[in-house]
Nanobody, 115 residues
Framework: QVQLVESGGGLVQPGGSLRLSCAAS????????MGWYRQAPGKQREMVAS???????NYADSVKGRFTISRDNSKNTVSLQMNSLKPEDTAVYYCNAKLGASDFWGQGTQVTVSS
């Protein structure tokens, strides 16, 4: 089992920045890809960014050039730096970790971009 705890959400004005962090605990030595997903009201959950243990990154087209995912394997953390935020980035953001064929999720953190 893997436990994921997110932090760093909040309210920010358009054009602002936020940094999300996720700390993993439990059976962490076998964690593969980690990432961030988001779900806005009335929409399906979507992948925002992901990173392998070796540092290979993937981003959704909508966040490329604005968001940066990073991972510290020694601390078992993954972070998402979000810059130039837009109202359409408003959603609950979830940390995800893949362990074999299993997916583990954090509890989610709200990000609201509004003036």
């Amino acid at each position: 089992q893997v436990q994921l705890v997110e932090s760093g959400g909040g309210l920010v004005q358009p054009g602002g920045s936020l940094r999300l962090s996720c700390a993993a605990s439990g059976i962490i030595f076998s964690i593969g890809r980690m990432g961030w997903y988001r779900q806005a009201p009335g929409k399906q959950r979507e992948m925002v960014a992901s990173i392998t243990s070796g540092g290979n990154r993937n981003y959704a087209d909508s966040v490329k050039g604005r968001f940066t995912i990073s991972r510290d394997n020694s601390k078992n953390t993954v972070s998402l730096q979000m810059n130039s935020l837009k109202p359409e980035d408003t959603a609950v953001y979830y940390c995800n970790a893949k362990l074999g064929a299993s997916d583990f999720w954090g509890q989610g953190t709200q990000v609201t971009v509004s003036s």
